[in-house]
Nanobody
Framework: QVQLVESGGGLVQAGGSLRLSCAASGRTSVSYAMGWHRQAPGKEREFVASISWSGGSTYYANSVKGRFTISRDDAKNTVYLQMNSLKPEDTAVYYC?????????????????WGQGTQVTVSS
């Protein structure tokens, strides 16, 4: 089992930046691909970004490519999502997730451990 706790959400004006953190605990000795996903009110949860277990590969949704950066610090068991040039349409609850087996990192249901989420609100 892995426990994930997100932090860093908040209210920011359009064009601003936020950095989300996801601290992992528990069975962290297993290598996981890590991902960030988001869910806006009335919408399905969607993939945002993912990073491979080695940190050598990153993947982004087209809507955030060039604005968001995912990274991981395995010494601290922490994954980050740096969000720049935020837009009102980025408003959502952001979830950190871990994937312990193979499968497309773009598919939300392929992640088997989830955090509780952190709210990001971008005002216009």
């Amino acid at each position: 089992q892995v426990q994930l706790v997100e932090s860093g959400g908040g209210l920011v004006q359009a064009g601003g930046s936020l950095r989300l953190s996801c601290a992992a605990s528990g069975r962290t000795s297993v290598s996981y691909a890590m991902g960030w996903h988001r869910q806006a009110p009335g919408k399905e949860r969607e993939f945002v970004a993912s990073i491979s277990w080695s940190g050598g590969s990153t993947y982004y949704a087209n809507s955030v490519k060039g604005r968001f950066t995912i990274s991981r610090d395995d010494a601290k068991n922490t994954v980050y999502l740096q969000m720049n040039s935020l837009k009102p349409e980025d408003t959502a609850v952001y979830y950190c997730a871990a994937q312990s087996y193979g499968g497309s990192v773009y598919v939300v249901r392929n992640y088997n451990y989830w955090g509780q989420g952190t709210q990001v609100t971008v005002s216009s």
